[in-house]
């Protein structure tokens, strides 16, 4: 079984970078499509990116494309979003995602059934 661990969240102003970090346990993650979701209090757990098992292929959600960056190591089993230009609608608990099978149709990589297994959030918070 996957187990994934995700760290980097924090308090940021309005206009500055995160960086989060997701490891993941075993060398099977080297086969998995990743992904990012974030939940905000009150509100549906939603897609921000993935990422395929080679990294070749990315998507994002609208509302992130052009400031965040999703990214991979798969010798050290880490998956990495790199949040620039941040906004106070950014505000949400971040989680990863692993899917076991491959990269299919990037729309459906939005849901969260696509995916197997999931890390315990991290908490970014962005000032105005």
């Known amino acids: 079984q996957v187990q994934l661990v995700e760290s980097g969240g924090g308090l940021v102003q309005a206009g500055g970078s995160l960086r989060l970090s997701c490891a993941a346990s075993g060398r099977t993650f080297s086969g998995y499509t990743m992904g990012w979701f974030r939940q905000a209090p009150g509100k549906e757990r939603e897609f921000v990116a993935a990422i395929s098992w080679t990294g070749g292929s990315t998507t994002y959600a609208d509302s992130v494309k052009g400031r965040f960056t999703i990214s991979r190591d798969n010798a050290k089993n880490t998956v990495y979003l790199q949040m620039n230009s941040l906004k106070p609608e950014d505000t949400a608990v971040y989680y990863c995602?692993?899917?076991?099978?491959?990269?299919?149709?990037?729309?459906?990589?939005?849901?969260?059934?696509?995916?197997?297994?999931w890390g315990q959030g991290t908490q970014v918070t962005v000032s105005s």
């Open positions: 995602a692993a899917r076991s099978m491959g990269w299919g149709a990037p729309a459906l990589l939005r849901s969260t059934s696509r995916y197997d297994y």
